[in-house]
């Protein structure tokens, strides 16, 4: 059930993950579907709904740098400085973790990913809790992430009792996810925060190559929705259909009348493009359209993360 967040419903949802309940909860990039990250049983439950393997490790969040240290074993000077720089924000940062972090949450990897996020709902929940609380998307695995309380209703309603409703996500795409190694930092995830701002805080080039899979952002496939997506470089190929539908990147007026018609932003800002892109394509797909056309978008900044989630969308029906 959808609660709105208020100081009595974040406490009661911090009690049910103390007694080792999942509750659903809004951040700035996307609702995300938390368990107290000590609690393995409470973990193993959310693998339970979102039907999500096992070898794909959890986000642990947290609300303080003291909470870091309860879960990271070290934290070298590069990260130290990307967390006073980005956090609280969409950047997650993969750590060596500590032995009390069961492997459940990081698929029994030596390491975990930490974030801190910028909503005054997850920290207060956390700051309730009083616990690290492991938490990705709150979807059904693969599916396309919820920007809003009704998505995660939508999808999965029936399996988590306490849904915390804190309005649209501002940012809503993923975070961005990077390891530090050596003084070396390498993406595994393009999301919120740009490469380029965390290339200038470092004074770092960072790597987008890593030779294994270590995060399901890089599957060949996930974020999709259920109706075929097809990138489009020129909009004016796309047929004149009512069966189809179009994800423009800016508003703009185009001869077509039939096409059901979406835009990610008034005038190309990008951040309200990625703040957008879920929840346009969570609507085109309620449609049950024979294919969805999107618009290419440039990649550079947030526009890395919205091609990551359209071409691993469009991957799926490949
Ligand atoms: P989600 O919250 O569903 O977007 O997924 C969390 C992301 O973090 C996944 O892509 C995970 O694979 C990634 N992740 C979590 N822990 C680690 C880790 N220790 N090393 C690399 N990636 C991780
Ligand atoms: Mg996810």
Known sequence: MIYPATDITIQQAAEALKQGSV????????????????DTLAVASIFAIKERPYFDPLIVHVNSLSMVSMVAATIPPVAMQCMEKFWPGPLTIVLPKKDDIPDIVTAGLATVAIRMPLHPVALRLIELADVPVAAPSANPFGYLSPTTAQHVAMQLGTKVAMILDGGKCAVGVESTIIKIENDEVSVLRYGGIPVEEIEKATGLAATSHTTKIEAPGQLPYHYAPQTKIVLVGDIMSVPDDATCGLLLFKKRHIPHTHIHIMCLSDDGDMRQAAGNL?????????????????????????????????????????
């Not at 024979?290 to 799926?316: F, N, S, T, W």
Request: charged residues 25%.
């Open 23 to 38: 509750v659903a909860f809004p951040t700035e990039t996307v609702y995300g579907l938390g368990a107290n990250a000590f």
């Open 278 to 318: 879920f929840s346009c394509l969570h609507t085109l797909d309620a449609l049950k359209l024979k294919v969805i056309y999107a618009e290419q978008v440039e990649e550079v900044g947030l526009g890395r993360a919205i091609m990551d989630r359209l071409k691993k969308a469009q991957a799926r029906f490949m």
